[in-house]
């Protein structure tokens, strides 16, 4: 099993026929993924990488079924992209696109409410479920199926944890990058309980940073529930300078804002297992689970 997305998954590509939708489209089709189709206005009725072009995300819906889709359009149009997808009703939209401007989000966020889509990014490295189904941009050859479920907001530190992880036998149920920026789609407790629900997934990895609410959230959430997983942790940040931007706006450290130590004593308090640094993630989970 896997959440999100599986071998049943078909995706279409918003913005596929430019240079990184072609690139990206491309990837996740040689993985084996059931990509589908395109969209971008005027391009209706074409074909591109052998797949049928649609001029509208509800067209191309219609025509193939498709129940997820990837955003690949520059920032100015994404958060239009992401809304036409959601108003589709496409259950999953990963949106990896950067620089999406957050007043834009806030469109998004209001598209969103009462809606059954979840949307995955923007500013997110995407989801992979391995041997099943890409969609994104988050490579894939160490990724391995196995038990331990992924959610992070750090595209570089997912891929080294993850090939540790797969080193060390511990293969994915599903890795979700939640993205960066300040105003995003799904978040860590969403994990957390699609993760919980999932009997293939017998331990669930966070990986967080400085800024946002995300590790509060989780911590929070956790403390009020039975988990019945272990939750292992990894927070990173500790020697940032507070008030400068590091990196992407999620990771804006404000004044006021929790640091990551304060953000890993939270955790901790609500019983998740802390690793200090990324080489130790496997070895944290290994031990977690030999406590269960």
């Given at each position: ?9 078909k ?40 797949l ?53 989000m ?31 941009v ?24 993850l ?113 200090t ?16």
């Open positions: 099993m896997a959440i999100l997305v599986d071998s049943n998954t995706v279409i590509v918003q913005g596929m026929t430019g240079r990184a939708g072609t690139f990206y489209a491309d990837q996740g089709m040689r993985y084996g993924s059931q990509y589908v189709g395109g969209v971008r206005p005027g391009r209706g009725g074409t074909t591109h990488l052998g049928p072009m649609f001029h509208d995300v509800k067209s191309a819906k219609a025509e193939t079924g498709a129940n997820a889709s990837l955003v690949i359009v520059p920032a100015p149009n994404a958060a239009a992209a992401m809304i036409e997808a959601i108003e589709a009703e496409i259950g999953v939209v990963v949106c990896v696109t950067e620089r999406v401007p957050q007043h834009d806030a469109r998004v966020k209001a598209a969103l409410a009462g809606s059954n889509t979840h949307l995955i990014g923007p500013n997110s490295q995407g989801i992979l479920t391995p041997g099943q189904c890409k969609i994104g988050m490579p894939t050859k160490d990724a391995k199926p196995g038990g331990v479920g992924i959610a992070s907001r750090s595209a570089s530190l997912t891929s080294e944890i090939a540790n992880c797969s080193a060390a036998g511990l293969g994915q149920s599903t890795t979700v990058g939640v993205g960066g920026d300040a105003l995003h789609g799904t978040g860590f407790v969403e994990c957390l309980k699609l993760f919980r629900d999932d009997a293939e997934t017998e331990a669930v990895v966070l990986i967080g940073e400085i800024g946002g609410r995300e590790e509060e959230r989780a911590a929070e959430y956790l403390s009020g529930t039975d988990y019945g997983k272990p939750v292992i942790a990894l927070v990173v940040g500790r020697h940032s300078p507070e008030g400068r931007r590091m990196g992407h706006a999620g990771t804006l450290s404000a004044v006021g804002g929790l640091s990551a130590a304060e953000k890993n004593a939270k955790l901790r308090d609500a019983g998740v297992h802390i690793a640094h990324p080489q130790d993630v496997a070895a944290t989970v290994l031990e977690a689970k030999g406590g269960i």
